[in-house]
């Protein structure tokens, strides 16, 4: 009964110290640089392109459209 108690206290303290880690997504640098061809004039472009920085991605936008690619 003792050693099961201990054993069990002993993964919890692991799983305690290892939780901060798991809530931790890559770090910024290690993420993409998104590049975005947009319409100026597009709301919604714009709206995406925050939603990707606040998210930690580096974005390069270009409000020609990249016609050539669609």
Known sequence: ???RLILSG????AA???WPAL???PS???LPVMQ???DPNCGCCN???EYLRRDGFRVQTFDTGNTAMR
Do not use: E, F, I, T
């Open 1 to 3: 009964m003792q050693r």
């Open 10 to 13: 002993a993964a919890s303290l």
């Open 16 to 18: 305690a110290a290892a």
């Open 23 to 25: 809530g931790q997504g």
């Open 28 to 30: 910024p640098a290690a």
């Open 36 to 38: 975005v061809w947009k």
């Open 47 to 49: 709206d995406w392109v």
